[in-house]
């Protein structure tokens, strides 16, 4: 951001009232991470900005560099995710993604596989299948670009393959002699569930079909390591979220 005048594609994590007329808009961008800008008069119904700054919207937007914020002088929507919008029980998923991505990335440290990441989980939500699998999917994910790759197929330890469970404060799958003191257990198909979702693309994500159990175990194993390794804070979306 040496430039006093940079442009960039960038996602709209969140908005927030700023003055009469403006909005402060925390933006997730290709090529400068995620950062907050000034939208001026984007409160007023002729506002040019007015459609470029919504959540749920990925565009390009020309910047100036403010005292305080950078300010955004142009934006023009490429894909605006209205069915976030447009539907009651979808919106908390697609926040959901928002929120896990602005608590969990670092203010102006370029990361666009994260970008791209948030970006095909929109697009996924959209599609019929299950929302529950793309957003542990998500999870996944998301943390492996930032570094904290779950271990998820052989024992740290001694290198067995012959993992029985999980465990959060170390990041792996452990085997049965080699279990720390916070070891989840789970079946074999949830492991391979884990597997599947953190390696594949999320468009195979739809065509898997989990048990009820399998579920329930990926969903913890999940919570406890992102509540392990971030500092999450409450979600608002995750109490709107039927998953």
């Known amino acids: 951001m040496s430039s006093?005048?940079?442009k960039d594609q960038g996602l709209v994590l969140r908005t927030r009232i700023l003055g009469e007329a403006d909005r402060l808009i925390t933006l997730l961008t290709l090529e400068g991470g995620k950062f907050e800008a000034v939208a001026r008069g984007a409160r007023k119904m002729k506002s040019r900005l007015a459609a470029g700054?919504?959540?749920?919207?990925?565009g390009e937007y020309t910047f100036h560099r403010g005292k305080t914020w950078p300010i955004i002088t142009g934006q023009n929507p490429k894909e605006r995710f209205l069915w976030f919008r447009d539907d009651p029980e979808l919106y908390p998923y697609g926040l959901y993604l928002a929120e896990l991505?602005?608590?969990l990335v670092i203010d102006e440290d370029p990361c666009p596989e994260v970008y791209r990441l948030l970006l095909s989980g929109w697009r996924q939500l959209?599609?019929?299948g299950d929302r529950f699998l793309t957003l542990r999917a998500f999870e996944l994910k998301l943390a492996h670009y930032l570094?904290?790759?779950p271990g998820l197929h052989f024992c740290p330890e001694c290198d067995s393959e012959q993992v029985l469970g999980f465990s959060p404060k170390e990041g792996s799958l452990f085997c049965h002699g080699c279990r720390p003191?916070?070891?989840i257990k789970l079946e074999s198909g949830t492991i391979a569930l884990a597997r599947r979702?953190?390696?594949s693309p999320f468009d195979q994500v739809a065509i898997i079909r989990p048990s009820t159990r399998q579920k329930e175990e990926l969903a913890r194993m999940n919570n406890s390591f992102l509540a392990y390794h971030f500092d999450l804070g409450?979600?608002?979306?995750?109490r709107l979220l039927k998953d």
Not at 53 to 58: A, K, M, N
Not at 234 to 238: A, F
């Open 4 to 6: 006093r005048i940079f």
């Open 53 to 58: 700054v919504d959540i749920f919207t990925c």
């Open 101 to 103: 991505t602005d608590r």
């Open 126 to 128: 959209g599609e019929k």
């Open 147 to 149: 570094g904290y790759s």
């Open 181 to 183: 003191a916070d070891f």
């Open 197 to 199: 979702l953190l390696e």
């Open 234 to 238: 409450e979600l608002k979306s995750k």
